[in-house]
């Protein structure tokens, strides 16, 4: 499409002057008069976080009740006879044991009745959530409706629970009412249960509980379950061998579809995605000590987040939760796993690539925290304080989402203005390593469940490296054979235009220098079902470009821009080029000046 070409000569290094200033001190209160000589976006105060800025009540931890005798919830017994669902046995003594003790509650759902040998099954589930809104639908508290997201790979519905005291349950209006939204989801890897488990208990305790009075505040959306099929089998992946966690913006698998989908409608403003961990297995293999905490915590990191929104989800929302959970004498850490390879002992604090839940969320300006728990490999062990730890930890952000109601629909504002300004102007982070450093974790002995505290090799996502840089482009052309990318493009809700007639833009075209096939990585190592990409180095090539009739165009100027450079800058494991989601470097033209262009909606 070039029809004539110069090297581009600018500079790759990170922008200079109050801008940088401004990414270097963004939690000083004289990012206020920073940010004002740097865009023309105005920056909100920072609210006082000594104050709840709503009044919102404080809803504690409790006890959930048993269900309504009127509308019991029947129990569908569907063993499958092996661990995680069925009995397992424990990985360390009981000395080990005595340090997790039930908690003085006791949860009830389907799959946690006394004698159960399986966790709820996905037809128990669609039965929990339909008896919920029938219920709601009989008293003059909120509206709770079941949301149909499709089917799995194997058929099983996704279903999703939305609670709100708007008119109606339809997106358009529950965006109207001007409320943040909380999706919470549930079961992303099959065989980590507890969290769907969680879910279940807080969707009863908003519809007809003690959480009910956070919906004069908020709208709630719950997947208890967004893997059925890996559930039903016991296994992480889904029925096709994809972890399904890697796949939010890819979307190759429906049930990352359907989340997209979800969030693309109702726009959530804050996000809480449920897992848990590995307590013993390679931990056990490397450090000769089994993992110690109730729960592991951590919000999004990645290049081109909101400064903004990783400031609000650490202190708003994170350490709030740790002091619920130590409230009730639940223990809390950073996230952080290390690979499946037995002589690699790092250990790494989260992933830094967009492609998970926690990543993605935040690149869609949305508060995005992970709660994982201790889980994996330990079949149903200590189910009831798992259950406890992700009920203390969710109703906590419930409740911070509450108080923060009106700043975080404040924030919502400023940030995506602030994102749609940067284009055509501002430096672009495309890629991010973790720093290396070390660290001390305290673990514990598996023989007599004390304190073991061990130095490891820390690789920290709180510091991110830059690896990439270049300037955000005001958009992106896309050839008229690149319908499969647009296609996942707008189901994360990114608007894309069609080129109605011909004509030229100021572009930069990508020149290939080097080529490999790698697998995706993490930091577990290889992901799972995943096919090579392809991993090249480019230069930037500046010039006329033609735009012909039915290619696309994709604004950066738009409050999920730095989304779509996610996407679109090939030169990632990550990119829609890498895997396979655009056919050719030559497919994809970044445009440098405000297009003149007539455009119209994409079909």
Request: aromatic letters at 4%; one cysteine or more; glycine letters at 6%.
């Amino acid at each position: 499409m070039t029809r004539q070409t110069a090297p581009n000569t600018r500079p790759a290094g990170p922008a200079e002057g109050l801008c940088a200033l401004r990414r270097r001190s963004w939690w000083m209160a004289a990012a206020a008069l920073l940010l004002a000589a740097c865009t023309s976006v105005p920056l909100p105060q920072w609210p006082d976080t000594t104050q709840p800025a709503t009044a919102a009540p404080t809803v504690p931890a409790t006890a959930p009740r048993a269900p309504s005798p009127a509308t019991p919830v029947p129990v569908q017994v569907t063993p499958i006879g092996a661990a995680p669902n069925g009995p397992a046995a424990a990985p360390y003594g009981a000395a080990v044991a005595a340090r997790f003790p039930d908690p003085a509650v006791v949860y009830s759902t389907p799959g946690l009745a006394p004698g159960r040998t399986s966790f709820t099954s996905n037809a128990e589930v669609q039965t929990w959530l339909r008896d919920l809104s029938r219920q709601s639908a009989q008293t003059a508290g909120p509206k709770a409706a079941v949301l149909s997201l499709g089917p799995s790979q194997r058929g099983e519905p996704l279903e999703a629970l939305i609670v709100t005291r708007a008119s109606s349950t339809d997106a358009a209006t529950v965006l109207a009412a001007a409320r943040p939204t909380v999706l919470l989801i549930g079961q992303q890897h099959g065989n980590e249960p507890a969290g769907s488990e969680a879910l279940l208990v807080i969707a009863r305790e908003l519809v007809q509980g003690p959480l009910q009075p956070l919906l004069d505040h908020i709208n709630v959306i719950i997947v208890p379950r967004a893997n059925p099929d890996g559930a039903a089998a016991g296994q992480r992946a889904t029925a096709n061998g994809i972890d399904m966690n890697r796949d939010h913006l890819l979307l190759k698998t429906p049930e990352a579809r359907a989340l997209a989908k979800l969030a693309r409608d109702y726009r959530p403003m804050v996000i809480i995605d449920a897992h848990e961990y590995t307590v013993a297995g390679r931990y056990l293999q490397k450090f000769g000590a089994i993992q110690r905490f109730d729960a592991l915590l951590q919000y999004a990191t990645t290049a081109d987040l909101p400064e903004f929104v990783t400031k609000a989800s650490e202190e708003w929302f994170r350490q709030p939760v740790v002091a619920a959970l130590k409230e009730q004498s639940l223990s809390s850490e950073w996230y952080y796993t290390t690979s499946a390879d037995p002589d690699d002992k790092r250990v790494f604090m989260g992933g830094t690539q967009p492609d998970t839940e926690l990543n993605v969320g935040g690149l869609e300006n949305a508060v995005s925290l992970l709660i994982e728990t201790r889980g994996v490999g330990i079949g149903r062990l200590h189910i009831q304080r798992r259950v406890h730890t992700d009920v203390t930890a969710i109703t906590s952000v419930l409740g911070s989402t509450a108080r923060r109601a009106n700043d975080l629909v404040q924030l919502r504002s400023y940030v995506e203005r602030e994102v749609s300004a940067k284009a055509c102007n501002e430096e672009a982070v495309i890629e991010v390593a973790p720093t290396p450093t070390r660290r001390d974790l305290i673990m514990l002995d598996p023989q007599t469940g004390l304190d073991r505290t061990i130095t490891v090799d820390w690789t920290s996502a709180l510091q991110l490296r830059p690896l990439k840089s270049r300037m955000r482009p005001c958009g992106y052309l896309l050839s008229a054979a690149s319908t499969v990318a647009v296609d996942r493009l707008r189901l994360l809700g990114i608007p894309v235009m069609q080129v109605a007639e011909p004509g030229t833009v100021l572009g930069e075209s990508y020149r290939e220098t080097a080529r490999s096939a790698v697998a995706r990585q993490d930091a577990r190592g290889a992901i799972a079902g995943s096919q090579p990409a392809t991993r090249v180095a480019v230069d930037l090539v500046r010039g006329v470009v033609d735009a012909p009739r039915g290619s696309y165009y994709v604004p950066v100027n738009q409050p999920l821009g730095s989304l779509v450079l996610a996407a679109l800058e090939p030169d990632t494991q990550s990119s829609y080029f890498a895997n396979h989601l655009l056919n050719g470097l030559q497919s994809t033209v970044r445009v440098m000046t405000a297009p003149s262009l007539t455009l119209q909606d994409a079909p």
